[in-house]
């Protein structure tokens, strides 16, 4: 398993900071780019329906749904941490590659989904600021993939120090915002006594439940915190355990400020004018200026969406690559990565404004905001059962008030997501001329998201029943062996993929067959040229592959063992197990990475599958 965002990850030291401030800024980053993800522009448009249409009534539901993501961020942020895997890595490990795969095109569908509102809001900035078409804004939005590009190469703080900036430019955009507005501040504090005046103020509080927790911001965190090196000790997990809690409850209560300034500007000005229908986000702009008697209100509230828009983008393609990295473990050159992120995103809010015109921008939003409640539970769930997992999480495993407060807000969100999923799918049949199409469309398809997830909630308590039951079974086996032989077997096959377990598993191997045996090392090249290309590929991933290669074959052969090489091209599962059974070899080592489960699916998909298809015995070394 390759590490997440190999290209930064451990690039940041916090060792050697002694100093309290400086330790804990060593450890700050992270859950900034995290917060982006709570004020995107779908954020924006669930925030001022609900100030324009209820006033003040629903900040409580912004200041749950912020605690609700304290918690499941602080969650994704200990799982990295602990375990050095990030969400989409900890779930291929553990899940059979059917439901990966599924999981990971719901993800993909969810980050495409979540990447489309924040296109279309820097768009509609662009839009009010620039007096720019929409559709070109549109356009525009594909140049913010090279700046990312940049950043990463430039370095993860290089980064953070951009985003941070954007966040501060949204920030005190509000601060201005609030001073023009001059909010009834005794009416913002009734506001987080929780109430509810209608059937459509929870209809409203569903969007925003909604729309505050984002699944992608739950496999970004895992994956930004393993960007800081430090002490894989008790102790040092612990500190970055606690400095990283400290960083997302700054963050997360400035994403808060930002949404309740959006309520609260909408609250102080369209709702007090009477204006209880404003939800689009550039009705909101065009009104503001008037209402409060300065064009500069206007322009701030351009300028923020513009930026809100920029820092999720980024964000929301890091996500991607962490997803596709993690579910697959499919490397593929990063800028095609990103443009094709990208371009999902783009091309369907292109031909939907050329055929639709841009009065459809609102109903994308919104669209886009049911396809991430779609996917949320399919994030949240495996997420409170790794860190629940006593093994996987070596000793850090969160305690039972924690676990039953995640459970809680787990069947909170998810409830109202399926509520929201379900309303949405009800006034399609009404309103479409077809509705059958919908039945044999949408309806099996949300019934087969339904029973994903309630596997998703119950296999693992199967799987530990199971495991108790086996385990405390009395079993007397009596073994027959006809004699005990010293191991004679003189033909070696060695998996090798150039990671620290490669040293252990050789080690094992000639430890087993002695100077007298016969070993061959085995590694498989699967880079996106070797699926398609195979042994035709020549390119830069197979040089360095056959360089390593050679290197392992000269320090064996100059201590005097006898070493040949096979160098595969495709999957690792596959041709491994086609070179092992074309040859004859007698006994296959493969090297794991330190996975401590019962089930030797914990060892990877790769060991799962070659153990199914070789008729050798199959030595595992762990790392």
């Known amino acids: 398993m390759s590490k997440s965002l190999e290209e930064v990850h451990e690039s940041i030291t916090t060792e050697g900071k002694k100093t309290g401030f400086r330790k804990i800024l060593a450890f700050l980053g992270p859950a900034y780019l995290i917060s982006v993800g709570y004020m995107d522009p779908g954020n924006w448009a669930t925030d001022l329906a609900g100030g324009s249409q209820f006033g003040y009534s629903l900040l409580w539901v912004l200041l749950m749904s912020n605690i609700m993501a304290l918690l499941l961020q602080s969650l994704s942020a200990r799982l ?58 549109v356009l525009i939005t594909v140049l913010d993939t090279f700046l990312l590009l940049f950043l990463i190469n430039k370095g993860i703080r290089k980064m953070e120090a951009f985003i941070i900036t954007l ?6 955009s509000f601060v201005f915002e609030m001073i023009f507005a001059q909010p009834e501040l005794h009416k913002v504090i009734a506001g987080l006594v929780p109430t509810l005046p209608n059937q459509d103020a929870l209809y409203i509080a569903i969007g925003i439940i909604g729309a505050t927790v984002m699944p992608h911001n739950l496999y970004l965190h895992s994956s930004l915190v393993q960007t800081r090196k430090f002490k894989k000790d008790k102790a040092g997990i612990k500190q970055a355990i606690k400095y990283n809690f400290i960083d997302s409850t700054i963050a997360l209560n400035l994403a808060f400020f930002v949404n309740a300034a959006i309520l609260i500007l909408a609250a102080a000005t369209f709702y007090k004018s009477g204006m209880y229908e404003v939800a689009e ?27 809100a828009g920029q820092s999720s983008t980024i964000t929301g393609t890091l996500a991607g690559q962490i997803v596709m990295e993690g579910y697959l473990n499919l490397r593929i050159q990063p800028w095609v990565r990103r443009i094709i992120t990208r371009l999902i995103a783009i091309v369907p809010a292109v031909v939907v404004i050329l055929v639709y015109g841009e009065s459809v921008t609102g109903k994308m939003l919104v669209f886009s905001q049911v396809l991430l409640s779609l996917q949320l539970g399919f994030a949240i769930i495996p997420l409170i059962h790794f860190v629940s997992d006593k093994s996987k999480m070596k000793g850090f495993h969160i305690n039972k008030t924690t676990q039953i407060s995640a459970w809680i807000i787990a069947l909170i969100i998810v409830s109202l997501n399926i509520k929201l999923v379900f309303d949405e799918i009800e006034n399609w049949i009404k309103t479409t001329q077809n509705p059958i199409y919908l039945w044999v469309t949408v309806v099996p398809l949300a019934i087969g998201f339904l029973v994903l997830l309630l596997y998703i909630v119950f296999k693992p308590f199967v799987s530990k029943y199971k495991n108790y039951i086996d385990n405390h079974s009395p079993h007397h086996t009596k073994l027959k062996l ?84 096979k160098l595969g091209f495709g999957k690792p599962s596959k041709i491994i197990s086609t070179i092992v059974n074309e040859g004859n070899y007698d006994v296959l080592i493969m090297g794991t990475h330190g996975h401590t489960g019962i089930k030797d699916i914990l060892f990877g998909t790769t060991v799962n599958m070659v153990r199914h298809k070789i008729a050798i015995p199959l030595l595992l070394v762990k790392d």
């Open 80 to 137: 990295g941490i602990v375990t050095q895997r990030d969400l989409a890595q900890a779930s291929r490990e553990t899940y059979t590659p059917f439901i990966n795969y599924i999981l990971y095109f719901l993800a993909e569908i969810a980050i495409a989904a979540c990447d489309l509102a924040e296109v279309l809001g820097m768009a509609i900035g662009i839009n009010l600021l620039f007096d720019i078409p929409l559709l070109y804004g």
């Open 167 to 172: 966040v501060a430019i949204i920030g005190l």
């Open 281 to 307: 986000i550039q009705d909101a702009h065009q009104f503001l200026a008037p209402l409060l008697g300065t064009k500069w209100a206007a322009i701030l509230f351009a300028v923020a969406l513009i930026a």
């Open 482 to 565: 006809d004699s005990l032989k010293n191991y004679t077997k003189k033909h070696i096959a060695i998996s090798v993929d150039f990671s620290s377990a490669d040293e252990k598993a050789i080690q094992h191997a000639v430890d087993l067959g002695g100077i007298n045996a016969h070993y061959t090392l085995i590694h498989v090249v699967e880079s996106v040229g070797a699926l398609f290309y195979g042994n035709k590929v020549g390119d830069h991933e197979t040089a360095i592959d056959k360089a390593l290669l050679d290197n392992y074959f000269e320090a064996l052969t100059s201590k005097g063992y006898t070493v040949t090489t």
